[in-house]
């Protein structure tokens, strides 16, 4: 898979506020390059507290769950796009379906 962009998760972690992701994310951006996901059953068979949320749209849990990363995938042109990145609070300011 390719993952548009780690840049959004470099600023992420670069935050002093939320240095504690940089290796979780990593982990996770590490992953996802080595990973062929054709539908949603591949991601949960990965990673079980993911949530398939509609619209191609997942929201993976980081730093045990301290935050959220939400991305939309093409499953046919095998690309991760990043929508967000946040805090729980943050993530509860937003409308999923509307990223």
């Known amino acids: 898979m390719r993952v548009i962009s780690k840049k959004t998760l470099r600023e992420f972690y670069e935050n002093p506020d939320f240095k504690d992701s940089r290796t979780a994310l990593e982990a996770w951006h590490y992953e996802v390059l080595k990973s ?9 068979a990965k990673y079980k507290s993911a949530s398939v949320v509609g619209n191609n749209k997942v929201v993976f849990n980081i730093c045990g769950n301290k935050y959220r990363l939400i991305v939309k995938i093409n499953y046919f042109a095998k690309i991760v796009f990043i929508k967000f990145i946040g ?13």
């Open 36 to 44: 062929d996901w054709n539908n949603p059953n591949g991601i949960k």
């Open 87 to 99: 805090t729980h609070k943050q993530y509860d300011k937003i409308k999923v379906e509307e990223l």
